[in-house]
């Protein structure tokens, strides 16, 4: 970065141009983020046009997989070659792969396409997030992560609303054509407006390291999607892929010890604060698709909550997470100090993940928004709170990899929440199904544990109320499981150190900014 140029600009004009490249920043990360939901609100329609049934779930699965094993490649490509060009690539090829599948003429064709769409979705959010780092100093990020959260939130309130909609009006090719017109907007911007460093890296792609990293992860997520569903978690496949997986990611981390430019070096590892950050957003993830996943599912099952706004239901939990999102921001951003955050933040999600796991066939569903609302608090210090002490971490070299890692670490995260919850879930409902309704109740939940409105409204009186009090009990265990995990978060909390936040703050006259490695970050040219 040494020889960087950078373009001195006006004070009153910078933050208008990074306002224009952080909207087009947003825009990629709502597509991102309110796919899935879009699509998965579609499926029922989608199978019902295309045929395939038994192989719908390879649809969310094609697409999961390519994301994940994607996302430390963008990185790495970022670092190497500029941020740049590296992130409207990915968005090229999200697009793409959304055209394609909503062209799509059978069940076979629309997961090779979302597998196209995947890998460039593994760029979108790893893209967004490196960017932000390499435009906006740590201390002063603090001030856009309630923009963060607040596309967060709106992406999981509004995407089965979106998507119900879209499908209903236009039909479910659309969910998939929505992407289009919002992705050429955010190409337009960030080519028009957004200026960073042409980089060009010696050495080349270490290709033996993508392909031992991408077999790793894909065997751990098929490990935890197929697990207990597909295939039961002590079958010979199973034990196969986590045999494949576990020698696939010892031979990576060996091999990185060696490559010429490792896909993802070691060294940033080597920090105290960067290994406790991927481990806090593990967690996150862990916890936070867990409970968006099973909250629903409890209260349209045991409250009576209509299912077409499922979206709404998660409201206190994500109206919480925005809020407290925004003033940790706020007070990062003037006081520099962020250690408080992460602990506060994992002691409000241990007690939020406890109360939520007392609740019964009983409880009233202002209670349970109360408890919602005290994980969402608890998330808000740590979802945005993790990325910024990873950035601040690593050098700027780095960013791009530190970054996909982070990003990485959460998604596994998800993956493991949703596989590990859910077993436990299905397990429990199951038993107390047996205790309450004998063979009745086997025979309901043999196929699965979780019934939809319609499967539910026919069950006769006594098994309906035998099914709530399994989903009650399942619930209990799923989140007492998620409070548990949660307690990880706060040791590891405990444990950071804090390394200030440089780049911001009173500066003195004629001193510019530098980023934790003590660089003149790149500034977005006005236009």
């Known amino acids: 970065m040494a020889d960087t140029k950078t373009v001195e600009t006006k004070p ?19 597509l991102a983020m309110l796919d899935n939901m879009i699509v998965g609100t579609a499926m029922p329609t989608i199978v019902g046009d295309l045929g395939g049934l038994e192989h719908l779930s390879w649809v969310v699965t094609a697409y999961t997989l390519a994301t994940a094993a ?26 793409i792969g959304s055209a394609l599948s909503g062209m799509a003429q059978n069940m076979g064709e629309l997961i090779a396409f979302r597998a196209v769409q995947g890998l460039g979705a593994g760029g979108l959010m790893v893209g967004v997030m490196a960017i932000i780092g390499d ?30 909609t879209i499908t209903d009006n236009w039909g479910w090719r659309w969910s998939f054509y929505i992407n289009l017109p919002l992705g050429a907007v955010s190409l337009a911007l960030i080519s028009a407006v957004l200026h960073l460093p042409k980089k060009r890296a010696k050495a080349g792609i270490d290709y033996l390291g993508v392909v031992l990293l991408t077999v790793g992860i894909t065997a751990i997520v098929l490990v935890t999607t197929w697990g207990g569903t597909e295939y039961a978690w002590t079958s ?16 990576f981390v060996f091999w990185q010890t060696r490559a010429a430019e490792p896909i993802v070096p070691l060294h940033i590892f080597r920090s105290r604060n960067f290994t406790l950050m991927s481990l806090i957003g593990f967690v996150t993830g862990f916890v936070m698709f867990g409970a968006t996943l099973f909250l629903p599912l409890y209260q349209q099952s045991v409250q009576g909550a209509s299912a077409t706004n499922s979206g709404l239901l998660l409201l206190p939990m994500l109206g919480a997470m925005l809020v407290t999102s925004m003033v940790a921001g706020r007070i990062t951003t003037n006081s520099g100090k962020y250690k408080v955050f992460p602990i506060v933040g994992s002691v409000l999600m241990v007690i939020g993940l406890y109360l939520l796991s007392t609740m019964d066939t009983g409880t009233s569903r202002l209670t349970s928004g109360v408890f919602m609302a005290v994980v969402g608090l608890g998330m808000g210090c740590l979802m945005q709170i993790t990325m910024l002490v990873a950035q601040n971490s690593v050098e700027m070299k780095d960013m791009g990899v530190a970054s996909s890692s982070t990003t990485l670490f959460r998604t596994l995260g998800s993956s493991f929440g949703v596989a590990i919850m859910g077993a436990l879930f299905n397990h429990r409902v199951q038993d107390v199904m047996a205790e309450r309704a004998g063979a009745l109740g086997s025979k309901i939940t043999e196929q699965s544990a979780q019934l939809d409105a319609a499967s539910l409204a026919k069950l006769p009186v006594a098994a309906r109320e035998a099914y709530q009090h399994a989903v009650s009990a399942g619930t209990h265990s799923a989140f007492l499981l998620g409070a548990v995990v949660a307690v990880t978060a706060l040791i590891a909390a405990v444990f950071v150190k804090e390394v200030p936040l440089k780049g911001a703050g009173p500066q003195k006259a004629g001193e510019e900014p ?11 040219e006005a236009v």
């Not at 996302?71 to 990915?90: C, H």
């Not at 992406?155 to 089965?160: K, L, R, T």
């Not at 010979?236 to 031979?251: N, Q």
Request: charge should be positive; avoid cysteine.
């Open 12 to 30: 009153e004009k910078q933050p208008k141009s990074v306002r224009v490249v952080l909207l087009a920043l947003m825009i990629t990360m709502m």
């Open 70 to 95: 994607a996302t430390p490649i963008w990185g790495k490509l970022g670092d190497m070659y500029g941020r740049k060009g590296a992130f409207m690539t990915s968005i090229v090829i999200f697009l």
């Open 135 to 164: 435009l906006i100093p740590p201390r002063e990020r603090g001030k856009y992560q309630g923009m963060m959260a607040g596309v967060m939130a709106l992406a999981m309130i509004g995407g089965p609303l979106v998507g119900g």
């Open 236 to 251: 010979a496949r199973i034990m196969e892929l986590i045999g494949i997986g576990v020698a696939a990611l010892i031979g």
């Open 514 to 524: 530098t980023d934790a490695a003590g660089v003149t970050p790149p500034v977005v």
